[in-house]
Nanobody, 121 residues
Framework: QVQLVESGGGLVQPGGSLRLSCAAPGTTFSINNMGWYRQAPGKQRELVATITNRGSTNYADSVKGRFTISRENAKNTVSLQMNNLKTEDTADYYC???????????????WGQGTQVTVSS
């Protein structure tokens, strides 16, 4: 079973920075896609950023230029550097991982428990 372990959430002032990390400890296989989603109170869960094992990235328009996603394929870890944080970034952030087997025509998706990010004075 794949477990996603998240860290780095917390309270930060507007304009500050946080770095979120997510790891899949003990995995020896490659995870094709990893990323972060978030859900604020009263809002739908939305994509924040994703990155493939080839390094291709995708960002939500609202975070472009402020957030940077990166990963270490060998360790199946993904990080999200969040700069110039705004109050609207306040949400529960969830790590996501997708593993695809083209040989078996199989797709599996995993989610972390979530970590709270609060941007407030």
């Amino acid at each position: 079973q794949v477990q996603l372990v998240e860290s780095g959430g917390g309270l930060v002032q507007p304009g500050g920075s946080l770095r979120l990390s997510c790891a899949a400890p003990g995995t020896t296989f490659s995870i094709n896609n990893m990323g972060w989603y978030r859900q604020a109170p009263g809002k739908q869960r939305e994509l924040v950023a994703t990155i493939t094992n080839r390094g291709s990235t995708n960002y939500a328009d609202s975070v472009k230029g402020r957030f940077t996603i990166s990963r270490e394929n060998a360790k199946n870890t993904v990080s999200l550097q969040m700069n110039n944080l705004k109050t609207e970034d306040t949400a529960d952030y969830y790590c996501n991982a997708v593993r695809v087997s083209f040989v078996l025509d199989q797709r599996r998706e995993y989610w972390g428990q979530g970590t709270q990010v609060t941007v407030s004075s």
